[in-house]
Structures are given as C-alpha cells and as structure tokens.
C-alpha cells in the first residue's frame, strides 16, 4: 500500500534551520521553492512559520502592563481583529489571542472566587489523540537520535540544494561577481596611478563622502598641517581637549536588539525566581528591607490662624442666636443655612489610591460582554466598569494630596453654563442663590435661556446655497391605488375559497363515475358497446347511449376529451328523464348503489394473484384458501400500518416530551401564582379591615388631642397673665428703690 502523507503536523529544529537556510537564500517572497525542501510542510505553513514564530523581530518576552492594557482595550474596539490588532501592540497574532484568553482567564477566577493556584488554561491544552490547529507558533520538537529513513534523505536533498554552486544560475551569480570584482581591481589600480601622478582623484561633487569616517588612503589621520613662513620648529606641545569624551560603537550607534532582548531575557528570569522565592513559606520569615518613606508635601493653607478663629467665633454667635429663636413656631418654615462646603468632614479625606487596576477592570468588562443574554429577553443591560480610555495608548497615573479647602465650594462660584467663548470678556458673575426651597426656578430657567441665546449667537451664519436638480421622467399616468389595502390573512383564505370552489367546478364537469369515487375498469371491451342488429327506434336509441358511454369510459380511463356540455344542458336531460319516468320507477340509485357495489365486491375474490373471480363458483378447499389469502393480506397491511404508526408515535414522543415537561411545570407555576393570588387577596381583605378599624382610631385620637390642646392654650394664657402681673410688681419695686435711693443726704465733697 501507498504511504500517503499528509502536510502538517508539529515542526521539529531540523525542519526550522532548513527553513532558515532556505530564507537566507532564497528570501522572502519564494514560498513554493522553499516549500519544496520539507516534504511535510506546505507554502502557506513555512511562510506562517516564519512570520509567527522564527522571524528574528519577533517578541518573545513578558507582556508588560502596558501591553496588556493596550491588547484588551484594541479587543474592544476591534473584536477577532488579531492580524489588526498584532503590530499595533508589537506581537504577532497568536500572541496576542493567547494573551486575551490568559486575562480572560483571570478575570474569570477573580469573579467566581476560584483558587488562584488552579490553572485554567489547562482546559485549553490538547487531548490525546487532538491534533495541534496551530502547531506554527510552537518551540521546534528536538530531533530524535535515530531520524527515518525519509527525513534523512529530506536532510541531504536540502544540503545539496541549498550548497549547488555548479547550476547554471550558480554559475552565472559566480560570474558576475567575477566580473564586479574585476573591475574594482582595475578601478583600485587606476586611482592609485593618477595618485601617484599627482593627479587628484576623487574631488567631484557627485562623489559622495562620510564625514564620520576618515579614508586612510586618500589622507593622514590625525594630521597637523605646517604652518606657512617663519615657524618655530621645537617639539609641538598638545593642549588636551577638555570636550574630548570616549565614546564606545554602541554608545554611538545605539543599543542593539539581541542586547535588549538579552537584558529583557535575563529579567523575567530573576522576576521568576524572585517569585518563586516568595512563594515559599521561609521567605515570610526573612528579614525584610525597610524601604525609607518619602517626605509628605501638604500645599500651603489657604487660612491663617486668625482668620479661622475669627470664623468659629462668628460660626458660634450665630448658633447661638438660632438656638434662640428656634423657640418660634414660625422657624420650622425656614430651612437650615448654617451648613457650608466647607465644613470639615469627620473622617479625613484619605490619599487617593496609587493604580486603578485598569487591566482587571478591562478584562472584566470583556468578559461580561462574552456572557450577555439574547436581547430579546429584555431586562437591564450588563453593568461595565467606566474606564474613560480616550486612546489605544497607555494612561499616566498622577498621584496627588487632596485639598479640601480648593476643592469645596466657594462662597461665590463660576457658572455652571458654559458655551461657545466669546470674544468679549465676561463680567464678574453673580453670587448663586442658595435656593434650598425652590423659590427661584423661573430666574434660574431666565439664566438658562440667555446662556443658551448667548452661545447659539456664537454659531457662523448658515450657508443656504442650493441647487434643484428635476430629474428628467417620462410622465406615466398615475395608478390608482386602493385606498383599503387587504391583509395577507384574508387574501390567503380567498384564494384557498376560489381554489375550492374552481376544484368544485372541474368535478362538477367529470362523469358520476368520478364524482361518486366509484370503481373504474382497467381496460376497455368494445365487444359490450356493440350496435344491435335489429335496427328500430329503441336500438338506435340505445346505440347512441352505448356511443356516448363509451366515449365518457374512454376519457374516464384513458383520459382522452370529450365534448364539453353545459350545465344547463345537463339539467334539462335530467329534467326529461324525469319526466319520461313512471312513478312506480322514479327511486333514488344514490342509497341503493353502495349497498349493490359491496355486494358485488364481496363477491369477487383474487384467484392464483391473476384474476377476480366469483366466490360462489369456487369449491369449499379453494374458498378456504381464498379466503385465508384475503385474510392474510389484510393481516400484512395491518402489521405494516402498526410498524408506521409506532414509529409516528416514536416520533411525536420525542418531539412533544420537551412541550409536555414546559406544560408540566407551567401548570405548577400556574397553581403557586393562584395561591400566591389567593394569599395577597386575603391580605387586602385585612389590610382594608385594618384602615377601616384605624379611622375610627383616629378620630377618638384626635379628639384627645384636641382636648389636651385646649387645655394647654387656657393654662399658658394663665401664666402669661401671671407673669405679666409680677412684671408690673417688679418694675413698681424697682421704682420705689431708685426714689428711696434718691432722698438719702450725702455729704459735700470737700476739695
């Protein structure tokens, strides 16, 4: 048998160099020649080979939270758009679905409180006897010690390949450079003659020179030209340059990639390390490195010491004057503006957090989205997290100390409208109301329509510059069209009348034969419409009945036309029968003619399987078999119905079970919402009781109350009159003390 291989599969490091062999030489764009050299591998597999996994620009370390970030918020943009989303991040397509799949992943255990330690990702991994969808953008299996006969001559077919240096267009590369390197000679060999002839070569402005660079054949580096006249010839000192600093190639031209990649290499694995370091249970236990915090910077205070005591004195003053007055009974209508913005909070505003977690937040989002419901089922949106990502790029998180004195509000604020700016500059805006009882809607609604007026005249004026183009049309006469348009129900069920009814009619025209659904023969006997041979007026009649019967047998049978008759015709004959008839032959054929047509074909038995016989002529042993064939043909038809029934009955069964079990539990669904009905119905009925039993409380309530009211107005108008009469006795004493006061003789101030 023939082996048959099939492209594909894992690639192993033999099949990698080989295919960088193959690049090197060939390049990048001669897939199929390529190809060639790997009898497993197609085109299409080496070129995605190469430009997802061995492609020197390829990134291959950690993704860092930038990346990430990135990833998840391009996903959202661009969903399943990987070949798009790949060098925006810098990665190629399948790391950047593996990486997706990862948060996902753990945002997933961070919802459901799953262990961290569990790894979903082995869900993903394959299953023995799966076969790798992408095996392109795995490591390279090593190669085995004893390789098979075909990837050993697949390995010497590529090396003879790939060294050929005898075929022809090896033979003409060699050429050509044989010839370039020819004429480099001789183009060296000239320049050096017109040197050494004095001749200048080289000083054409088309040539193209690197400054950075000195040509040690064409000039002295580092050379110090002689000066011109009288010089003194003593030993040259040279001064040091003081802006002279060393420079090393890569400081110069820059770092290179394999470097970084190395430096990047080097720190995931301490990262590693360090991680499982600390994940072991001596490292809680070490000595941990104080880390020194940094000095706390507050911003300048706004208010002086005095003016804050200055603040809580009148702060005092006025409590003290509403603690007062709050006796009134009038001072509940007024509402309580003693509370300022600025008023310190009991508990300190706290620094806020360092990092959102702008990752976690993006992966959770992403992966509500993947859960959602069908919309058709209504209800309230997935709750996302508010990110407000204005870019792909990676925000800066700015840290700051909150200030609670700029951050309240002042005593006069700025608008809280604001349009389109003006040229011109605004004046000082008013103090707000403080409206704590809505008694200035319609001046804020007036603020309102002037802010609006005010930045609507902003707008540039409109440009109303339009042309109307006519279409040119033929002038068709306009349809009417029915003002009552018919639904689609009705017109399907008028078109279902008219076929039943033009069904109707064709019957109508078709012979009793057909009408009545009675038997029809298989075949036509001419003998039995033979003409009489006595020719009178009853044969001949008789003749033409024959004719016409046959002709109705041959189109009933055979289908051949017939000369169509009215109705009309056919009722007049009708009629004239009728009329010809006695009454003692007028019956009706209708009742008796099943009755006839059973009669006759229970009479008629199938002989032998060839042809119908009468049941009386037979013998008692054929009538037996006869009879017995007939009842076993009736018992096969019988079993072949019951097998179809069964498998009906199968198949409703499995196409209703589901409709029965959803009838079964709304039917208990149904029973607890009419007792649930039934239980809220006896709660009304008591609640309605207990309203009707609180009313008639409520007035014997309020009658007390009135009473005790009364009682209380008539004692505080008792000690009102009490006390405004020791008021008058005290002002009559106090009278008399400042007269009694004023009489005492005092003696004279001697000076």
């Known amino acids: 048998m023939v082996r048959v291989i099939i492209k594909g599969g894992v690639w192993r490091n033999t099949e990698d160099e080989i295919l960088k062999a193959a690049i090197m030489k060939y390049g990048k764009n001669q897939w199929s020649r390529i190809a060639s050299l790997l009898h497993r591998k197609s085109a ?57 799949e990862h948060l996902l992943d753990e945002a997933q255990k961070k919802s459901e409180m799953v262990d961290q330690s569990e790894d979903l ?22 190669d085995p010690i004893d390789m098979d006969e075909d990837e050993l001559e697949m390995l010497s077919e590529a090396r003879a390949r790939l060294a050929n240096t005898q075929g022809k267009k090896a033979k003409r590369k060699a050429r050509e450079k044989q010839l370039s390197e020819a ?22 402005k088309f040539q193209r020179r690197n400054v950075t660079h000195i040509d ?171 990110l407000n990502l204005q870019s792909a790029l990676p925000q800066s998180h700015l840290v700051s100390t909150p200030n609670t004195v700029l951050s309240a509000v002042g005593a006069t604020p700025r608008s809280v409208f604001e349009g389109t700016p003006s040229s011109i500059d605004p004046g000082t805006p008013a103090t707000p109301f403080r409206d704590e009882l809505s008694i200035n809607t319609s001046q804020s609604a007036y603020d309102t329509r002037n802010q609006l007026r005010k930045a609507l005249s902003q707008l540039p004026e409109p440009k109303n510059d339009y042309e109307i183009v006519v279409p040119e049309e033929e002038n068709e006469p306009a349809q009417e069209q029915p003002e009552w348009i018919e639904d689609a129900s009705d017109v399907v069920a008028k078109r279902a009348h008219e076929k039943e009814m033009e069904k109707i009619w064709q019957l109508a025209k078709e ?53 169509s008759v009215s109705q009309e015709d056919i009722q007049m004959a009708e009629q004239l029968i009728q009329a010809e008839l006695r009454p003692e032959e007028k019956c009706d054929l209708n009742a008796n003619m099943w009755h006839v047509i059973d009669q ?60 029965q079990s959803i009838e079964v539990h709304l039917r208990k669904r149904i029973e607890e919402v009419r007792t649930e009905l039934e239980a809220c119905e006896r709660e009304r009925n008591t609640f309605l009781r207990l309203t009707e039993h609180e009313a008639l409380a409520a007035n014997k309530r309020l009658g007390k109350l009135n009473e005790e009211v009364v009682a209380q ?28 006061d004023a009489t005492i003789t005092v003696r004279p101030v001697q000076y």
């Open 44 to 100: 299409k597999q080496c070129k995605a080979r190469w430009y997802e996994w061995l492609d020197p620009g390829i990134k291959k370390t950690e993704w860092s939270h930038e990346e990430d970030e990135k990833l998840l918020h391009l996903a959202k943009l661009m969903p399943t758009q990987w070949r798009t989303i790949a060098p925006i991040v810098g990665r190629t397509a399948a790391q950047c679905l593996e990486r997706y």
């Open 121 to 142: 990702s082995e869900a993903r991994k394959l299953k023995p006897g799966e076969i790798d969808p992408t095996p392109e953008t795995k490591p390279a299996r090593p």
């Open 183 to 204: 004429r480099r000679l001789a183009s060296l060999q000239k320049r050096r003659e017109l040197r050494a002839a004095g001749i200048s070569w080289g000083s054409h």
């Open 216 to 386: 040690y054949s064409a000039e002295i580096p580092f050379e110090k030209p002689v000066p011109a006249g009288f010089h003194d010839p003593s030993e040259d000192k040279y001064e040091k340059d003081t802006t002279f600093k060393k420079q090393t190639r890569a400081e110069i031209e820059g770092l290179r990639r394999d470097d970084v990649e190395n430096e990047e290499r080097k720190k995931d694995r301490e990262r590693l390390k360090k991680r499982r370091m600390d994940e072991n249970p001596e490292s809680i236990f070490a000595q941990k490195v104080e880390k020194k915090r940094s000095k706390l910077v507050l911003p300048t205070p706004q208010i002086s010491d005095s003016e804050m005591e200055q603040i809580v004195k009148i702060g005092h003053a006025s409590d003290t004057v509403r603690e007062f007055s709050d006796n009134n009974p009038t001072s509940t209508l007024l509402h309580d503006y003693q509370t300022s913005a600025r008023d310190t909070p009991n508990v300190t505003q706290r620094t806020p957090t360092v990092h959102v977690d702008v990752l976690q937040k993006e992966a959770e989002n992403l992966l509500a989205l993947h859960n959602v419901q069908t919309p058709l089922k209504g209800g309230v949106n997935t709750p996302l997290h508010e």
């Open 511 to 563: 012979s009793q034969v057909v009408q009545r659904n009675l038997p029809k023969p298989t075949q036509i006997y001419d003998h039995c419409f033979k003409p009489a041979p006595n020719r009178n007026d009853l044969t001949r009649a008789d003749d033409l009945i024959k004719m016409e019967m046959l002709d109705v047998v041959k189109h009933d049978v055979e289908g051949e036309p017939v000369k």
């Open 600 to 659: 006759c074909s229970s009479e008629l038995i199938l002989t032998q399987g060839t042809k119908f016989t009468r049941l009386g002529v037979l013998s008692k042993r054929d009538q037996v078999e006869a009879l017995s064939a007939k009842f076993q043909l009736y018992r096969d038809w019988m079993n072949g119905r019951a097998k179809k029934t069964a498998k009906l009955e199968k198949r409703l069964k499995v196409k209703l079970a589901g409709y």
């Open 713 to 740: 107005e008539k004692r505080e108008k008792e000690l009102q009159a009490r006390y405004g009469q020791l008021m008058r006795e005290k002002v009559e004493i106090d009278d008399a003390l400042i007269r009694n």
